[in-house]
């Protein structure tokens, strides 16, 4: 994305050669990941007679996948192309967080505690977040979503934990 | 042209239905009549559009986010509402290009060059104004148009073999990549990795478990709004956060006075806004980024046309209304391969699809004979929201401006939240979550190597159909390939793909496709 002026300051990890690393790296992911869709579908059945099994088209668009991965791959040697872009590691680190910790704990803590603890948790992935603030939304956003989510759209869900309701 | 009134008189009918709803008995345990489609429609645009000025969430994402909300309601109220939210948050991405400069997706890219130029001149309002009626007018004639299509199309694709299908989804998916912005090869690679990933589950056919490596939540295939919300929720936060939360947004700081346009903008932008809707009603019907590309035709082609271009860029209120309109009329063309073909054009539409299959509904031809109410009061209600969009809109302009104030340090916690609970309320599933979470890295990682998510959610979508016709047919013609250049209508629909796949791959045409996006960016 070029709104993402970030890149990395050097890539000396990368081989003066490949003149597009971003296109390179990318390119060569997919076709990992079309080796590891092949041999994850290996055990289907292939054709029998004319009509396809199971395991036909899923290795017919994965070796589809490999081709077109090592094309980018290849584009990214020729062709001049941007370089890595850097990673930062807090945002997806605590809003991955926060994500895996609300699908542990809505069932055993219900709505309300997983929820505003989630948000704290994700909040964590801003280095400008204010504190009494940010509590104070997640307090309205978590019992907003409390009335909205069970009671107006009639999905039910645990509202609290489970050792208060037993 | 009796059964076109007939229709869409049935369309109509079905939105201003009254249903009777029982009071609860402390209230007296009457039974009041409240028209439940409207307010469908109502809520729908409403939120759509608070979700859709919000800065740092885009049409798609909007839809995603909103999805779950949808669940509990009947099949047509929950599309009549998903079409409010889809519009609706059109309209909050162009109200963000006018204020702050910062288009809420790709449609309203070019609306920001002359949107954003009258708002600092003190004319924000008027520019607000030009794009509601804009929309409006383009969203009445586009109706129309897809009322007078939508049953000959319906009838031809009823003629479709499984061969044509096959066919024409892969002309379906070649424009959406051709249209597109970005690297064609890279799109294509996207749709394939799509198509893999909707392959992960039970094998329709026989049953078999395919990828699933024996987990239990796998079993049932990846969850289409799991994936959706993970690679445009997650995955734009955790980009967002990238930038930085505090991203600068210069807000334009004057009280916006004075809504209406003067006589002489309306004079001005009239021409601009027939122009732009026929542009958009066309390109929209194209599958692909129809509407991004007949935004970005709509400006280029006043400003070719202008007695004075240099206007342009400077505030001129033909460059707000022409992409506005363009945009909307394509935006709601876009509908016509869905609801006839069952065929999505675009990201926005394959959600659509995932809404419908989750009420049990396989859209294409027949759905169109099978439930007409239901796609006929779809029809209708656009109408009657791209109507309540300019009533709501155009009064609110100044809450919407609140909005756009809120510090992306709150928003993106709820957003994460929201989304949880979204996720986690379609099947009461745990796991889902944190494969939506999974999915917002892998997001992550695509916005960093610069693939494009949209095609990767067309191949998702696209992918158990075209499996299941590819099979059919080659079952038909017992293991012929030719089958798909030997029958007439699939080989044009075949050759209508190479063709353009090869035109865009030329070194001359693609320059020129960069060239409208560069432009427009400039």
Redesign the interface.
């Known amino acids: 994305?070029s709104?993402?002026p970030?890149e990395a300051p050097a890539n000396s990890i990368m081989p003066a050669w490949i003149k597009g690393p971003?296109?390179f790296?990318?390119?060569l992911?997919?076709v990992v990941?079309?080796i590891f869709?092949l041999w994850?579908?290996s055990d289907?059945?292939g054709m029998h007679?004319?009509?396809?099994?199971?395991?036909t088209?899923?290795r017919m668009?994965?070796t589809?996948?490999m081709g077109?991965?090592a094309?980018?791959a290849i584009?990214g040697i020729v062709q001049e192309g941007?370089r890595?872009?850097?990673?930062?590691w807090?945002?997806?680190l605590f809003?991955?967080a926060?994500?895996?910790f609300?699908?542990?704990a809505?069932?055993p803590l219900g709505?309300i505690i997983s929820?505003l603890a989630?948000?704290?948790i994700?909040?964590l992935?801003?280095?400008?977040?204010?504190w009494i603030?940010?509590i104070a939304?997640?307090i309205c956003?978590?019992v907003g979503?409390a009335f909205?989510?069970p009671y107006i759209?009639?999905?039910?869900?645990p509202l609290l934990p489970r050792f208060l309701v037993q | 042209m009796l059964e076109l009134f007939q229709n869409l008189g049935l369309g109509f009918h079905v939105v201003f239905q009254f249903v009777n709803y029982a009071l609860p008995s402390w209230m007296g345990g009457f039974t009041v009549p409240i028209p439940m489609n409207i307010l469908f429609c109502l809520i729908g645009a409403m939120v759509g559009t608070l979700v859709g000025v919000l800065p740092g969430i885009g049409t798609v994402a909007t839809v995603a986010m909103l999805l779950p909300i949808t669940f509990g309601l009947p099949p047509v109220g929950a599309l009549i509402m998903l079409a409010g939210i889809y519009y609706g948050a059109q309209y909050g991405g162009s109200t963000t290009s006018i204020l702050v400069n910062i288009p809420g997706e790709a449609t309203s890219v070019v609306t920001t060059l002359d949107g954003f130029q009258m708002a600092k001149q003190g004319r924000a309002g008027p520019a607000l104004a030009i794009a509601a009626i804009g929309s409006f007018i383009a969203g009445c004639a586009a109706t129309v148009l897809i009322a007078v299509l939508g049953a000959p199309l319906t009838k031809l694709a009823l003629a479709f073999g499984p061969a044509e299908y096959f066919s024409l989804m892969i002309l379906g998916l070649i424009f959406a990549v051709v249209l597109a912005k970005g690297s064609v090869l890279k799109a294509i690679a996207m749709i394939a990795f799509g198509i893999l990933l909707s392959m992960v589950g039970s094998d329709i056919e026989t049953g078999a478990s395919r990828m699933a490596f024996n987990i239990p939540e796998l079993a049932d295939g990846l969850g289409f709004a799991t994936v959706a919300m993970g690679v445009f929720g997650f995955a734009e936060i955790i980009r967002n956060l990238d930038a930085g939360a505090g991203m600068d947004r210069d807000l334009v700081q004057q009280k916006i006075t004075g809504l209406m346009p003067t006589k002489k903008d309306m004079m001005e932008s009239l021409p601009a806004i027939a122009r732009g809707t026929v542009l958009g009603s066309i390109l929209g019907i194209l599958p692909g980024g129809g509407a991004v590309i007949a935004s970005f035709a709509a400006y280029t082609f006043e400003k070719k046309i202008a007695k004075d271009p240099s206007r342009f860029g400077r505030g001129a209120i033909a460059g707000v209304a022409a992409p506005e309109s363009a945009n909307n009329a394509a935006a709601q063309t876009s509908f016509i391969p869905l609801l006839t073909l069952g065929i999505p054009p675009n990201a926005v539409m394959a959600l659509m699809v995932g809404a419908m299959t989750i009420h049990g509904i396989v859209p294409g031809p027949q759905v169109m004979q099978k439930q007409p109410d239901l796609v006929w009061g779809m029809i209708a209600s656009m109408w009657i929201g791209n109507l309540m969009l300019i009533i709501i809109n155009l009064p609110m302009v100044g809450i919407w401006v609140r909005l756009l104030r809120v510090p992306y340090r709150l928003m993106f916690p709820s957003i994460v939240v929201f989304c949880a609970i979204g996720i986690y309320s379609i099947n009461n599933a745990p796991m889902d979550v944190v494969l939506a979470g999974i999915f917002g890295l892998v997001g992550y990682w695509l916005i960093k190597h610069d693939f494009e998510p949209a095609p990767l959610l067309l191949g998702m979508v696209l992918g158990p159909l075209m499996e299941e016709n590819l099979r059919r047919a080659l079952l038909i013609s017992r293991g012929d390939w030719s089958v798909f250049i030997t029958r007439p209508l699939s080989a044009v629909l075949i050759a209508a793909a190479t063709g353009l796949l090869v035109l865009a791959v030329l070194p001359n045409l693609r320059k020129k496709r960069d060239e409208v996006f560069v432009e427009s960016e400039g």
């Open positions: 994305m709104d993402t970030s971003q296109d790296i990318g390119g992911v997919l990941v079309s869709a994850a579908c289907l059945q007679g004319f009509s396809f099994g199971p395991g088209a899923p668009f994965a589809l996948l077109l991965g094309a980018v584009v941007p890595l872009q850097h990673y930062a807090r945002g997806p809003v991955m926060g994500i895996v609300f699908a542990f809505i069932r709505l929820g989630t948000f704290l994700s909040a992935g801003s280095d400008e977040t204010r603030e940010a939304v997640g956003l978590t979503c909205l989510f759209l009639g999905l039910p869900m």
